[in-house]
C-alpha cells in the first residue's frame, strides 16, 4: 500500500495505491485511521475513472495477482496515523533488478499487516528503512510496536529523529511468524524521521 497526500499537505485528500505483487489475489482491508482519515470518505477509481460512492471507517478489496488499484479518497477530516506500514517506508538501497538474492526488498509474507513485509535490511549503514513524515499533533512520549518477523535472535537499531538506540530482538519462531516489541519514543510536534536498521548484521524483517 502507498498514500499520499495531494493538492494539499495533511489535506482532506489523499491517494491510495493497492498493489499486489503476489501469484494469488489479496483482499486488503485498511482502516481510514491507518490513512490518516476519519469519518466518510468520497471515493474515486483512477484507473477505471469511475466514482464508487461514500465510504465509512475503512477499505475493503480485492486486487488480482500482479496488480493494482490507485483510488482517490476525499474525507471528513484528518486524524493522527497511528499505524505504518513497512511498505510505506523509504529504502535507499531498494533497487529491482534481481542481481542479488538477498537484496532489500518488500516481500510476500500471508501473516503481515497487509501481505507483505521488509526483507534483508541491514549489514551496512545505508540499508535502512525510513518514515519520514511520522506527523505527531503535540508530540510527547509515545510507545512504539515494531512488528517483526525473525528466524533468530538479532539487533534492531531505531534512529527517531537523529536519537539511535540499539535493541536486541528475539526469534519470532520463524521467517513468516510475526512478533512484536513495544519501544517507548520521544517524538516532536510536526513531522518526525524514524529509521530501522543495523549497521553491521542483518535486521529483523519489519511488518
Known sequence: MLVKDIKRRRGRERAVALYNPSDTAHTFVISFETLGLGGKAAVRDVVNCKDLGILEERIEYTVEPHSVAIWTLKADRRVEISLYEAEQAYLPCYNDLGVNPKQVRYAVSSNCSG??????LGGRPENYAQWK???????????????YCAERDCRLEVTVNGKKRVVSVKSSGGKDRVASIVLPIELKAGYNDI?????????PDID
Do not use: F, L
Open 195 to 203: 529509521r530501522m536498521g543495523n549497521a553491521y548484521s542483518w535486521a
Open 115 to 120: 501481505g507483505i513485509k521488509v526483507a534483508y
Open 133 to 147: 513524515d511520522v506527523y505527531s499533533d503535540k508530540g510527547g512520549e509515545y510507545k512504539m510496536t515494531v512488528a
